[in-house]
């Protein structure tokens, strides 16, 4: 029992991990978004219909979710990237509810097997079944998971090293001198919000096939907000922040029973205390810059 | 080289560049003064894409740059540094002169350690062994003092090879040693084998570094030729006691 | 077409509470050049405060409705010297998230003192609609569409004909040179704060009491809707945050009739999407958002 629910712990804070590192993506372009939880839910819905209503393999529905969302991606970044801070994270939160409040009047359904299967509007779309009838036990799933999440992080920190994360963090800083560095910004934070979008479309992807039955309420503002707050916690200098912002939040606040009714005054509390010390996390540009000299010289020590 | 021709430019009705003619040519050096608020930096920012021109025309090498883009500018071979200091705080200094190669043709966004990428990498560290900065490469370019991200300015817009460097300023805070440092460098290392505008206070970097003077006054051209010449106009020192004091 | 007229008019009921609203956050917003998220829970928790007076006491309308200002002001301090004051200047986007896990904080709280979750709040009349030909006006509406107009005036003349007034104005210009001036911004800033969150205070009061009843959810609502009207306006416009939300209310009000209640929210924010994309600065905001561009472009 123990272990199913323990399974279960491990696994949520694996699917978080996805959409806090696509808002983090965002953030390293110097963009707050509170609305990733719309690719989540398009990604969702998308992969659930694939498998379920379509008899897709769930792989392909998994990558037909991703791609649906990076495509979603798309068609905001296009209007809305050229809008500067503020006005960007309002014009993601309108995108994110309106996506959430047409999922609540969607209604799309087939008859399988003499049930109705499908969306229906704000009862949710229930018996996303393809994990339990191919035999995946609940241990394997999670191992898919995080197999996924290790592809995932391995392409942020090799974009990291990369020129194109490099771009990403000169935009964050300073779009103009960016610019006039010869780079086309407007073309890159399109790129960087597909990218973002795809990332948090295969969390949502794999969240809908554990769980079984998405409904629209649940990718309500405060999934999009605690995603955010994981890259800030965490820190912005490195991929591993918002994982340790995730890990912080559901591993060790989830897991101390004393405060379990009042997680959240904590967690806000620590938020908003942490962003007074530190406004770009634990892990900021400066810490892991410091971390990776002190790596270099126990290196050169040792050799 | 660059030509520019009747380049007009206001802010909310006050004309910062008034129909202003120049042109430079293949690897001349032109020192460009002016008291505050003459439109110097406007002219650089104009020519860089920055601010779009009202009127008139500018052409690099027969090319009509006036509408391009700020990146589009930069890709043709213009490169430029700033008089308020812009660079990548949080980066380090190595990475900031390694970012300005991002767009030069060939660069692929992933090329981890191809042999053309470490010949790149290569590249940047000789630049900042050339202005000074190769033992300070791994620091935050955020924390080095003001003299020192003036020559990374230089470094990053030195690492595109431009065929025309703008320099705002490039001693713009500097102690008097510090500043003839600076003159020596962009005279031995900056210059040689391009074309060059410097805008500068300080008369004896103008001096050191450069073979013509244009002064700048209300957005007009007021004088134009050898420095020595430039120096003994009437209207020029007028302009000059009018406003602040050449060495300000 | 009678029709179309009752529902504008329904609308401008409607979007007088979104005005109340947007008063307040367009007046932080004009100051500190960033957003407060959490304005609407700090009101909804004053409007908790004032359902406790109500059933403890069983005070009457005046004491509730100052309980309910007083509790949104306080809450206001607690907001603005967690997340505006002590994070430093410049980190606006960090102020912006700091708002809103205090939100989730202040909910939170909320929902462990009052359990029950839906309370009454009493009404502040009760009467009978207003019949005016074929039109219909409901009595709290009115109230709350006057208040509204009195709370502009009054911010009008305290914003243009007072020493505050200037000096606010200064601030929200350019703190720096209005520092130099030897204006107290700090003060000034956490002045206008209370300002705001009083005025959120009677916005929640008066809403509530039309509702007749308060639950957590009402501090989202308050947010979003403040929000909406606000963009819709111009951030940091009084008179944009009175347009914006009329604007807000009209719309909504159509679209319940015309489509049906489940469009309601969809419209709002879908028209928020098109204002912010083809007209970032509101109805009367667009010169500072040319303004802001120009400013960061500048080099």
């Known amino acids: ?223 999009g907000v605690h995603a955010l707050a994981y890259g800030l916690i965490g820190g912005l200098g490195t991929a591993f922040g918002p994982l340790i912002g995730v890990a912080i939040d559901i591993g060790l606040l989830e897991s101390i029973r004393a405060i379990s009714g009042y997680r959240m005054i904590v967690f806000g509390g620590l938020v908003a205390l942490l962003l007074i010390v530190r406004p770009r996390g634990l892990l900021d540009e400066a810490a892991v810059h410091w971390l990776r000299g002190r790596w270099r010289e126990l290196r050169r020590a040792t050799h | 080289m660059l030509r520019i021709e009747g380049l007009s430019r206001s802010f909310g009705g006050v004309a910062a560049l008034e129909a202003l003619d120049l042109a430079v040519a293949d690897g001349e050096v032109v020192g460009l003064i002016g008291p505050n608020g003459s439109g110097k930096t406007t002219l650089f920012n104009v020519i860089t894409g920055v601010h779009a021109a009202d009127s008139g025309r500018i052409v690099l090498r027969d090319r009509d740059i006036t509408r391009s883009t700020p990146a589009g500018i930069v890709r043709l071979g213009i490169a430029r540094t700033f008089q308020n200091l812009r660079i990548y705080q949080r980066m380090s200094v190595r990475e900031n002169v390694w970012v300005a190669q991002h767009s030069l043709p060939g660069v692929g966004l992933l090329s981890g350690s191809s042999a053309a990428e470490r010949a790149r990498r290569a590249e940047v560290d000789r630049l900042l062994e050339a202005v000074g900065l190769a033992d300070r490469r791994e620091v935050l370019a955020g924390s080095l003092p003001l003299p020192d991200q003036r020559r990374l300015e230089l470094a990053r817009a030195l690492v595109r090879s431009p065929a025309l460097l703008l320099l705002d300023e490039p001693a713009g805070g500097m102690t008097p040693t510090e500043t003839a440092e600076m003159a020596a460098l962009i005279r031995d290392f900056a210059v040689p084998g391009r074309t060059c505008i410097v805008i500068e206070h300080k008369l004896d970097l103008i001096s050191e570094t450069c073979g013509r003077l244009c002064v700048l006054n209300f957005g007009r051209k007021i004088a134009d030729g050898a420095p020595g010449e430039v120096l003994q106009q009437a209207d020029v020192l007028e302009a000059y006691l009018g406003g602040d004091a050449p060495d300000a | 077409m009678v029709d179309f007229v009752q529902n504008c008019l329904d609308g401008i009921m409607l979007g007088s509470s979104y005005a109340l609203l947007a008063i307040g956050f367009t007046l932080i917003f004009g100051v500190m050049r960033r957003l407060n998220l959490s304005y609407g829970p700090s009101i909804m928790v004053g409007a908790f405060v004032g359902t406790l007076v109500y059933l403890e006491f069983k005070a009457n309308a005046l004491a509730i409705a100052a309980a309910t200002v007083v509790g949104a002001v306080i809450v206001g301090i607690y907001v603005e010297r967690l997340c505006f004051r002590a994070i430093r200047r410049g980190a606006a986007v960090a102020s912006m998230v700091s708002s809103f896990v205090i939100w989730m904080q202040l909910e939170e709280i909320v929902t462990v003192v009052f359990p029950d979750r839906t309370y009454p709040f009493p009404p502040l009349v009760s009467a009978a ?44 210009e350019n703190p720096r040179a209005a520092l130099f001036m030897g204006i107290n911004v700090g003060a000034v800033m956490f002045l206008a704060f209370v300002i705001a969150s009083a005025f959120g205070g009677v916005a929640a009061y008066l809403i509530v009491s039309a509702d007749g009843q308060i639950t957590p959810l009402f501090g989202l609502w308050a947010t979003f809707k403040g929000l909406i009207a606000m963009m819709l306006g111009g951030m940091g416009s009084i008179p944009g945050a009175i347009l914006g939300g009329l604007l807000l209310g009209v719309v909504e009000a159509q679209s319940i009739w015309y489509l049906g209640t489940e469009y309601r929210d969809l419209s709002a924010y879908f028209l928020l999407f098109l204002f912010l994309v083809f007209r970032p600065g509101g109805l009367m905001g667009q010169l500072a958002v040319e303004r802001e561009q120009a400013a960061m472009r500048r080099v």
């Open chain 1, 1 to 223: 029992m123990d272990d199913i629910y323990l399974v279960t712990v491990v696994s949520n804070i694996g699917m978080i991990s996805f959409i806090a590192l696509s808002a983090y993506l965002l953030l390293v372009v110097g963009e707050i978004s509170f609305g990733q939880q719309a690719f989540f839910a398009v990604s969702a819905y998308g992969s659930g219909i694939a498998t379920a209503m379509w008899g897709w393999p769930i792989w392909l529905g998994l990558l037909w979710g991703a791609l649906l969302a990076g495509a979603a991606a798309l068609v905001v970044a296009i209007p809305t990237v050229r809008l500067r801070g503020l006005y960007f994270s309002v014009a993601t939160l309108a995108f994110a509810e309106m996506v959430r409040l047409i999922f609540e009047i969607f209604t799309y359904q087939v008859e399988i097997d003499g049930e109705l299967v499908g969306p229906d509007g704000s009862d949710g779309f229930r018996d996303i079944r393809a994990i339990y009838d191919s035999n995946v036990s609940a241990f394997e799933y999670m191992l898919i998971i995080y197999g996924l999440l290790a592809v995932v992080l391995i392409g942020f920190l090799i974009l990291e090293r990369s020129r194109l994360g490099a771009i990403f963090r000169m935009i964050g800083e300073d779009p103009m001198l960016t610019e006039m560095q010869g780079l086309n910004v407007t073309v890159y934070k399109i790129l960087a919000v597909v990218m973002a979008g795809v990332v948090a479309g295969i969390g949502g992807a794999l969240y809908a096939h554990l769980a079984t039955y998405v409904e629209p309420k649940i990718f309500n503002v405060m999934l």
């Open chain 3, 129 to 172: 609609p207003v019949e005016l030909g074929p039109f219909f006006f409901k009595v709290e509406n009115l109230v709350m569409f006057a208040c509204a107009a009195a709370m502009t005036v009054w911010l009008h003349w305290l914003l243009q004909y007072t020493r505050f007034g200037l000096a606010l104005r200064a601030v929200s």
